[in-house]
């Protein structure tokens, strides 16, 4: 499992990110200065700290949690871990880019599987997929020039897809035995 996260904060004419005409001021949020915390409640993280493994702490986006020392050690990886994580950040947005008839949109690349992204506590944004970009505003969200923001990302739905797959398999069969 690899986790991508090239983020930018994007400026763009109230009237959407994709509007026509709109001038777009960028910032890039890669690099250090994220928190990685792994889902607590999972009890893969509570072996994962038990057996003294890293389930949180800074890490440099874009790149995979398992990279920079996240898991748990396996027969094939150093560091192994599916589920879900939070990466967190605050950011100072730069003056102009909430000026007047602006608003702040926080993209989000390249996740693997699905990310809920909540600014100053609020969700601004879901997605479910493979690795293709996504926008939400976070205009409202911006107190006193900061941009406080959490990215949740899971990589489990592979795995619930195959296990449901998996438990319809035998009834799919049944049911084709059952109806000749």
């Not at 250090?32 to 003294?52: C, F, N, R, V």
């Not at 996240?70 to 599916?82: C, L, P, R």
């Not at 600014?119 to 205009?139: I, K, W």
């Amino acid at each position: 499992m690899l986790v991508f996260l090239p983020l930018a904060v994007a400026a763009v004419a109230s009237s959407g990110p994709f509007a026509a005409g709109a001038t777009r001021l960028s910032s890039s949020l890669d690099g250090a200065g994220w928190t990685l915390t792994l889902d607590p409640s999972d009890p893969t993280t509570k072996a994962i700290k038990a057996a003294g493994g890293k389930t949180a702490g800074t890490i440099t986006v874009p790149g995979a949690w398992e990279h920079q020392g996240f898991g748990m050690e396996t027969a094939t990886m150093k560091s192994q871990y599916i589920g879900a994580a939070s990466y967190a950040r605050s950011v100072v947005v730069p003056a102009g880019f909430a000026a007047a008839g602006r608003s702040v949109w926080l993209r989000v690349e390249h996740v693997h599987r699905s990310a809920k992204v909540m600014a100053g506590g609020a969700l601004v944004g879901e997605h479910y997929g493979y690795l293709s970009p996504f926008e939400g505003d976070v205009t409202k969200h911006i107190v006193g020039g900061k941009l406080e923001m959490t990215i949740v990302v899971s990589c489990c739905f592979v795995l619930l897809l195959l296990l449901s797959l998996l438990l319809l398999l035998p009834l799919l069969v049944l049911t084709s035995v059952v109806s000749r």
